[in-house]
Structure formats: structure tokens, C-alpha cells
């Protein structure tokens, strides 16, 4: 399956942003999507993923209650609602694919896509 992440920007302290991650070449419903981040001169980390029909979430806790992902299988797409950002949220966002359970491990993730950046002035 292909990835494309798109709607990253600039944004202040407060707004907010969708992230969207457009999937072709497979069912996309046989995949269970994640989003991850990378901050400049840090790891990736796990933000939040979605089961395959979207009735499970994971987050994490630096972003519960702030994020929201969600999933439209008619349109082979996975979103990722950020509200109240914050400076620390500032990363790259990678959005990605596994044919098994939700999980919050990166390297359990086959497929990936592209990234895009988000920062969050303050």
C-alpha cells in the first residue's frame, strides 16, 4: 500500500490542524494506520493509531485529549485532528500502515508514508 500525508503547516501556540494520509494500491481496510512524529534531533515516536474499521484508538499521553484520529474507509484515508497545539508538538508527521492489530510500535509499521511537517509557533 501507498502513503501521502498531507496538511502540515504553520500554525500558532492554540490552532489547530488536520492531517490526512490518502492510501492507494490495497484494501485499506485490511491495515490498522498510525501516525508518528519526529522532532528535530529526536527519535520517532508514536502519536496515535486507529484498527482497521476505526472502533479502537490508541494515543499517546503527551497528546490525549488534544488529538484525534479517525479513519473513512470509502475514502481509503486517515486523519489526525490536532487541537490546542503546542510548541512541543513542532515534527514531522509520518503516517503508516500494518496488516495486524492497532499497535504503538514503529517498527511493527511495514508501510510508511512521505511525512509532513508541522510547527507550531509560540
Known amino acids: 500500500v501507498q502513503l501521502q500525508a498531507s496538511g502540515g503547516g504553520l500554525v500558532q501556540t492554540g490552532g489547530s490542524l488536520r492531517l490526512s494520509c490518502a492510501a492507494s494500491?490495497?484494501?485499506?481496510?485490511?491495515?490498522?494506520m498510525g501516525w508518528f512524529r519526529q522532532a528535530p534531533g529526536k527519535d520517532r515516536e508514536f502519536v496515535a493509531a486507529?484498527?482497521?474499521?476505526?472502533?479502537?484508538?490508541d494515543y499517546a499521553d503527551s497528546v490525549k485529549g488534544r488529538f484525534t484520529i479517525s479513519r473513512d474507509n470509502a475514502k481509503n484515508t486517515v486523519y489526525l485532528q490536532m487541537n490546542s497545539l503546542k510548541p512541543e508538538d513542532t515534527a514531522v508527521y509520518y503516517c503508516?500502515?500494518?496488516?495486524?492489530?492497532?499497535?504503538?510500535?514503529?517498527?511493527?509499521?511495514?508501510?510508511w508514508g512521505q511525512g509532513t511537517l508541522v510547527t507550531v509557533s509560540s
Open positions: 494500491g490495497r484494501t485499506f481496510s485490511r491495515y490498522s
Open positions: 486507529t484498527s482497521k474499521i476505526g472502533t479502537g484508538t
Open positions: 503508516a500502515a500494518r496488516d495486524r492489530w492497532v499497535s504503538t510500535a514503529e517498527k511493527e509499521y511495514d508501510f
